[in-house]
T-cell receptor, first 115, second 114 residues
């Protein structure tokens, strides 16, 4: 069975600085997707960025980028130029590329932005 | 905004009661997934419906059941509520095609069981 581990319960960063959130996963599959979701106090899960396992190039979305290391089964999220609105819980999630569409989630990292 | 809505926002029930939670999918989406998120934890997959049929289930007992309607709205029903059922319940809709099939989440229903 696949598992997702986020080892940092909480991280803090100064506004405008860069922070990296860690995620590792375990799977025997070769084809899958990885996601980072943001959950602000409003509770709604918002997709931040996604990575297809077959793509070697790391995904980038504006200030958000990932470091995808397939062999190491590592998928970290880098947030550049941190803003107050980035404060939230961040969840790493895995989904098989097969017929099972369920997302498997990590426990989350609480990101605090210091003004 | 994802276009996915859930009702009610909050709900308080007592142990042993039954509850129905509702989800309205994003227009055109044919798949809905339900997740349970206990306080301070990541979501856990309950089940998924595709074209009104259950299409996968997580490690949840049969007292958790669901429905998906022709208009792709959905219900999650929980019978014989237990204290541990207290959680945030999230639904997510998606359009099943080849590819990533991104899931769009609603704001959740906070269920408290006393």
């Amino acid at each position: 069975a696949q598992t997702v581990t986020q080892s940092q319960p909480e991280m803090s960063v100064q506004e405008a600085e860069t922070v990296t959130l860690s995620c590792t996963y375990d799977t025997s599959e070769s084809d899958y997707y990885l996601f980072w979701y943001k959950q602000p106090p409003s509770r709604q899960m918002i997709l931040v960025i996604r990575q297809e396992a077959y793509k070697q190039q790391n995904a980038t979305e504006n200030r958000f980028s990932v470091n995808f290391q397939k062999a190491a089964k590592s998928f970290s999220l880098k947030i550049s130029d941190s803003q107050l609105g980035d404060a939230a819980m961040y969840f790493c999630a895995y989904r098989s590329a097969g017929s099972n569409y369920q997302l498997i989630w990590g426990a989350g990292t609480k990101l605090i932005i210091k003004p | 905004e994802t276009g996915v809505t859930q009702s009610p926002t909050h709900l308080i029930k007592t142990r042993g009661q039954q509850v129905t939670l509702r989800c309205s999918s994003q227009s055109g989406h044919n798949t809905v997934s339900w997740y349970q998120q206990a306080l301070g934890q990541g979501p856990q997959f309950i089940f998924q419906y595709y074209r009104e049929e259950e299409n996968g289930r997580g490690n949840f007992p049969p007292r958790f059941s669901g429905l998906q309607f022709p208009n792709y709205s959905s219900e999650l029903n929980v019978n014989a509520l237990e204290l541990d059922d207290s959680a945030l319940y999230l639904c997510a809709s998606s359009l099943r095609t080849s590819g990533v099939n991104e899931q769009f989440f609603g704001p959740g229903t906070r269920l408290t069981v006393l």
